[in-house]
């Protein structure tokens, strides 16, 4: 923040000195300070697009990540598999049934085989996508933006989400793990110390006390509820005063009067299928 106040008042100096310099130079000027001012006029509320814009675009594909960017989204939420040949696929069910072409559990197939499947979205099957690798994921994540991966396996996927992050060209801030599973993000923690890792929870059978205390025990850094759980401003104090931001999740269409609420609670980011819908409801001043 200091450093944007300096580099900002150089831009107000050397604006002062251009007031008899042509009208566009000034111009030129009021846009370099309109840049190092925006971080601080905007709200710090991160929309994170649930499964890319899953309202509009089939889920964990790269059309609807791609859609997420151009719907404003600061992040992108996706869920991973580990593969039978030791690869990271996306998608969000244990089995293939339910969005693809395929049947059966996910891990019986190699990454190749899965490609091979097509996607199921409203009934019909789509000739032109299908299930995306992490590292195709990661490879449409622009400069900026964040990417929240959701781990729904055991530990032993940690290796492999390792050697794939190590490899990619993004920066270690732009890369968050969130999970359930508390060994295993107890152990993607101890292994990727330099990211962010959220605890996961529903609400339906833990207590804020017990996921503060899952979320302590992993070495975690933060909280992550549905918005089944119980959210109150005096939950998310509690959440600061333990040294955890609290995200929400899932946000839909129709949630617009929560939105503000949960703001003035101290909520940081929110999870939604519909990024372009849940900015415009969050609050003006």
Known sequence: MSQQLAASSNALSSLRTARHKPAIWKFSWLCLLGVFLLPSLVGATEIIAHRGASGYEPENTLRAVQRAWEMGAD?????????KDD???VLHD???DRTTSGVGPVKDFTLAELQELKIRWKDELLEDETIPSLEQVLAIIPEGKRIFIEIKTGPEIVPALKR???ACTLKDEQLVVITFNESTLTESKKVLPNLKHYYLSSGKKETIDEVIAKTKAANADGINLST???????LVQQGKEAGYDTYVWTLRDKDAELVPQ??????VGLTTDFP?????WLPTE
């Open 276 to 280: 372009d819908l849940c900015r415009d």
């Open 87 to 89: 690869k990271i696929a």
């Open 262 to 267: 949960l703001i003035e609670m101290g909520v």
């Open 75 to 83: 992040a992108t939420e996706i869920d991973v598999y580990l593969t």
């Open 94 to 96: 244990s089995k293939l």
């Open 228 to 234: 089944k759980f119980p959210i109150t401003a005096e």
């Open 164 to 166: 794939i992050l190590d």
